[in-house]
């Protein structure tokens, strides 16, 4: 990845504003519904950065936060995920780190966490062990920032048959 992991970027907290985690097979990438946008919309996880943050703390800090609604990330949770899971790959643009995360290491941040979790709201009876519990068994939960999770297929410009669009709208 060459600059992009310089120590500049890695210490200079002023360099960016906020950071991410993108998490696919180059195929199919996670995406996270958030129902109260101005215009509600399927993105990825991360978020603003907090004062003397790192972006890989931002990023994992904001992860987390979505994917499992957990309001209060503990400090010493998020160190351990920058050592076990450290950042291969990683884009910035206006001031926003992305930081790229195959699904295997989604699994192994689902087995650092679930250590440290037994249960979360969203998950009552198991936390998830794999990508596939961490979709098909999340509870819907209206009022959490990221309320539904879906694979995607990676196309540019993706869209969506208005017709298909209808037919989703219709199962309400």
Known sequence: MGNMFSNKLKTDHTNFK???????NGTHILGGYQP????PVVSGFGGKRKEYESFTTTAFRETI?????????????IDVLENVIPPSKAKMEDGYIIIIYNFDDLNHLLNEIRTYFGTVKLYPYRFPKDMHELIMNREVNKDSEVSHLCLLPVIKNLQFDPLFVKD?????
Not at 36 to 39: R, S, Y
Not at 65 to 77: A, G, R, T
Not at 168 to 172: A, E, Q, W
Request: aromatic share 10%; hydrophobic share 40%.
């Open 18 to 24: 906020g950071a991410g985690c993108i998490f696919t």
């Open 36 to 39: 109260h946008k101005t215009l």
């Open 65 to 77: 936060e979505e994917l499992f609604d957990i309001k209060d990330v503990p400090k010493y949770l």
């Open 168 to 172: 989703i709208n219709n199962l309400n």
